[in-house]
């Protein structure tokens, strides 16, 4: 009799897919491949048990449940939010790297939870710009050390019942992230890189780790950079909520509030209801879109 279950790996033709705390090795029939169909890692499936004497048990995948989404990178599917992951200091987050995430995951539609890590290093002020410069952001601000368990909690809860992508730049702390929350993970921690304070990329494939109850992590390669090929230079500014409150009273209909007159964003900016951080950030990556030469296909 078939059984349902979620793929958590797949590796050289194989499937790992995790049942009712059982882990079988699985292949897919043939079938997927005339229908032009490809398992991926997060698809819930059905499998037929074929032995249950080897170790791991063995099955095949039979069926594929119907997808709630997929990302390409990661080659993932039916992640439920994103764990943004970026260190408070050492290294200190790039505010520019962080705002591509925030607008990579909205573009995508899966809601983003952003968590600040190594806040044991961190000064009360750094924190407190952090929160100024995201607190109208749009997404949930955790503040953690992956060396305080009782920090942990927060994450714990945000976590539990559901399938997320945990991604960011390298030297985040994102292995030792996963360390604490899956401890069967062992994965391996990236020491800093001395000249630019840059984590090693310890990340080479994906993998659903089980972290409780109906509660999976995808972890994901470090980034160092990341462009935004889906987003419009004029449509940049609805990806900056706290933009949207003072952009009806903008003089004209679109305004980019850039050199516009009578830019109510601006001058929200310059009473310091903007953060200058995040309007910089905006003008920047708008500038490098706008020059982007267009792809025709």
Do not use: W
């Not at 249950?52 to 080659?75: F, H, M, Q, W, Y």
């Not at 109850?213 to 609805?238: I, M, N, R």
């Not at 310059?270 to 990556?285: D, H, L, M």
Request: net charge positive; aromatic share 8%.
């Amino acid at each position: 009799m078939p059984v349902t279950g979620k793929i958590i790996k797949s590796i050289a033709g194989f499937y790992e897919v995790y049942s009712g705390g059982t882990i079988y090795r699985c292949r897919a029939k043939g079938v997927f491949r005339a229908l032009k169909q490809k398992p991926l890692v997060g698809d819930d499936v059905q499998i037929d048990i074929t032995d249950t004497v080897s170790e791991p048990k063995e099955g095949n995948v039979i069926a594929l449940l119907p997808r709630r989404n997929d990302l390409i990178r990661p080659n993932v599917a039916n992640v439920d939010q994103a764990l943004l992951l970026f260190a408070i200091t050492n290294p200190a987050p790039s505010c520019n790297m962080l705002d591509r995430f925030l607008i990579s995951m909205e573009l995508r539609g899966i809601p983003a939870i952003l968590c600040f890590n190594k806040q044991d290093l961190a000064i009360a002020d750094q924190i407190r710009e952090l929160n100024e410069v995201y607190g109208n952001c749009g997404c949930r601000l955790l503040f953690i050390s992956t060396r305080n368990p009782e920090s942990m909690d927060a994450v714990r809860e945000v976590l539990r019942g559901r399938t997320t992508v945990v991604t960011g730049p390298s030297g985040a702390g994102k292995s030792s992230l996963i360390n604490f929350l899956c401890p069967g993970a062992k994965m391996e921690t990236g020491e800093l890189s001395r000249k630019i304070a840059r984590g090693k990329n310890t990340t080479r494939h994906v993998e659903l780790l089980h972290a409780g109850e109906d509660t999976f992590l995808v972890d994901t390669p470090g980034f160092t950079s990341l462009y935004l090929q889906d987003v419009e230079a004029d449509h940049l500014k609805d990806y900056y909520p706290e933009f949207t409150r003072y952009a009806k009273d903008c003089r004209f209909q679109g305004c980019n509030h850039l050199m516009e007159p009578d830019c109510a964003v601006k001058k929200a900016l310059r009473n310091g209801e903007i953060s200058r951080i995040r309007y910089t950030s905006y003008t920047e990556i708008y500038a490098e879109l706008k020059d982007r030469k267009a792809v025709y296909r």
